[in-house]
């Protein structure tokens, strides 16, 4: 497969941490696979996404499969599952905590980007805009914030998008992914055995969590809100300890 990723003409710290937690969890979720692939960025990922989602990935030179969640479903209809032992109950569990990370952790993430002024004035926009000239460099980060506002805004429970709300909600979040990890290992175990499994799920989440420490911004109060759990930085440790998962390979 090749992996077309946004391209921020930026060095590899100061990418869009949106893109950059669905780039990481990707990644993993091949390597679990052991399917092969290789990165590539591009300038235009985001707007020839078929979903307006990305990182994209092209198998066999002809099938498009755009962002984390399709990826799952492409793999699946190939035969590719790290879940299809699981029961019924475990995999609606599975799908809950798969919402909370592409609903409510991703909202985060491009607030965080965004919505921060400090970190949109000192590394989004000119991250956003290095491949732009004027009137575009001007007219795509405007359209794309107010995109950003609407989507955050869409989400049922919050009352308003202050700061304050979204460190609030990064809470909730990281209470809930530590309540589930309430003990070393992973989101599910082996009803046969016991013993941990990796599924879709402990990539995604691994994959927006390894993403979200290792990412600098100017100001990051959501980083700092998810460490204060413990149990969340364990499983990141474990799993690359355990199951030899890992972000940084590529």
Known sequence: AVVSTQSTGHPKGSELLPSRCEATAIKVLLEKHKLKYSVETKANVEYISTNGRFPILVFN??????????????????????????????????????????????????????????????????AYTSHTTWPLSSLLPFYKKRQVVRLVASQGEWND?????????????????????????????????????????????????????????????MKRALGLQPRLIEFC?????????RAQRS
């Open 61 to 126: 030179e002809k099938d498009i499969v755009s962002g984390f969640s399709e990826l799952v479903k492409y793999l699946a209809r190939k035969g590719y599952s790290l879940s299809e032992h699981l029961s019924a109950e475990d995999k609606c569990n599975m799908d809950t905590y798969a919402a909370l990370i592409t609903g409510r952790l991703e909202a985060l993430e491009l607030y965080t980007s965004w919505l921060i002024e400090d970190n949109y004035t000192r590394v989004t926009l000119p």
């Open 161 to 221: 998008i202050s700061p304050e709300m979204m460190l609030i909600e990064t809470k909730a979040v990281a209470t809930a992914l530590s309540h589930r990890l309430s003990k070393p290992g992973t989101f599910f175990s082996d009803p046969a055995t016991n013993k941990d499994i990796i599924t879709e799920l402990d990539c995604l989440v691994y994959g927006h969590l390894n993403a979200i420490f290792m990412t600098k911004l100017p100001s990051y109060r």
């Open 237 to 245: 440790k474990y799993v690359e300890a355990k199951h030899d998962m």
